[in-house]
């Protein structure tokens, strides 16, 4: 149950995709379900919502709901605008942190 922006589900009608699911929760009744999405869709208040309903269906569903989002988006612009520029891993593309960008991720993720 991915979604994020850069997923094969975008563009695709959620709440179909969850009423699809769960005609076969049965045998999930009270099952943990991680839920992940990327932080770029707290920003967009329709997929942010899009997600929530989601999650309180599988919640009446009886399935336990773990919300775990990330926060890149608001971390690069945090880091931006301290003018930092993360050292970026050259196969993945992913962020290295040294001490200072850690501060910087800490205090974006604590403060949301």
């Not at 997600?51 to 931006?80: E, F, P, S, W, Y």
């Not at 993360?86 to 501060?103: A, F, H, M, N, Y």
């Amino acid at each position: 149950m991915r979604n994020s922006a850069n997923s094969a589900f975008t563009g695709v009608d959620h709440e179909l995709l969850i009423d699809e699911a769960l005609k076969n929760f049965e045998r999930y009744n009270g099952s943990t379900i991680v839920v992940t999405f990327g932080g770029e869709m707290i920003a967009n208040e329709t997929m942010l919502d899009d997600i929530l309903r989601q999650a309180i269906k599988l919640k009446r569903h009886n399935c336990n709901v773990i919300l775990v989002h990330g926060g890149g988006t608001q971390i690069d612009a945090d880091l931006k605008a301290q003018g930092i520029v993360p050292e970026k891993d050259q196969i993945t593309g992913k962020r290295i942190c040294d001490d200072r960008v850690l501060d910087v991720s800490y205090d974006t993720l604590r403060d949301g």
